[in-house]
């Protein structure tokens, strides 16, 4: 099994709906994150979290909010979806700042595309 | 703030061919730098990493060297394979603090045959 696991990994809803995208790991790790990717824009943050109770804004987080649940959960929704909101939407882990063996490596779930009409 | 430049793509190459894509950084402090790989239809997967400079990278034949004096990691590999096709992300992490992951756009590489 991946160590991180996304829900839905194929989603297409209409414009207004809301959507949730769901991210569990089994990493341990503390830290996790929700990215976008859009062509030729690369990957653009959109929310992250240290650990349960520390949420933070990425770059791009209008229309978006998020809920860690646990450690090991982490959700993105869209209350509202409109149509450029679809993308390649990525959940990541790494592991918490201090340890030595931490240079900032991300672990990426398979991606969950969205498609809004 | 950081920023991440690497080579627009598609890259076209025949089997067997050499392959550099290059990756160009501006960053506070003293980053960690990183190439990220997304096969077709994956998540992406880290290909190899540089902490400091002069730090040579290397993974599944792929090799990238940290230049300090140049703010460059590029990427290359000596004779590519068709299994080789797939998207490389130039990134970096500056220590400290939030330790952002600033990601390049992306370069598509294509192996023919």
């Known amino acids: 099994d991946a160590d991180v696991t996304q829900t839905p990994r194929n989603r297409i809803t209409k414009t207004g709906k809301r959507i949730m995208l769901e991210c569990s790991q089994t990493k341990g790790h503390d830290r996790m994150y929700w990215y976008r990717q859009d062509p030729g824009l690369g990957l653009r943050l959109i929310y992250y979290?240290?650990?349960?109770?520390?949420?933070n804004k990425g770059e791009i987080s209008d229309g978006y909010s998020v809920s860690r649940q646990a450690q090991a959960k982490f959700s993105l929704s869209l209350e509202s979806a409109i149509p450029n909101q679809t993308a390649l939407y990525f959940c990541a882990t790494s592991d918490r700042i201090g340890l030595a063996a931490n240079t900032g490596e991300l672990f990426f779930g398979e991606g969950s595309r969205l498609t809004v009409l | 703030g950081n920023s991440v430049t690497q080579m627009e793509g598609p890259v076209t190459l025949s089997e067997e061919a050499f392959l550099t894509i290059n990756c160009t950084y501006t960053a506070t402090g003293y980053p960690s730098l990183f190439w990220y790989v997304q096969y077709p239809g994956e998540g992406l997967q880290l290909l190899l990493k540089?902490?400091?400079?002069?730090d040579k990278g290397s993974n599944k034949g792929f090799e990238a060297t940290y230049r300090k004096e140049t703010t460059s990691f590029h990427l290359e590999k000596g004779s590519v394979q068709v299994s080789d096709s797939a998207v490389y992300f130039c990134a970096l992490s500056v220590p400290g603090g939030y330790q952002k992951v600033t990601f390049g756009t992306g370069t598509k590489l294509q192996v023919i045959p």
């Open positions: 979290s240290f650990d349960v109770k520390d949420i």
């Open positions: 540089a902490t400091k400079a002069d």
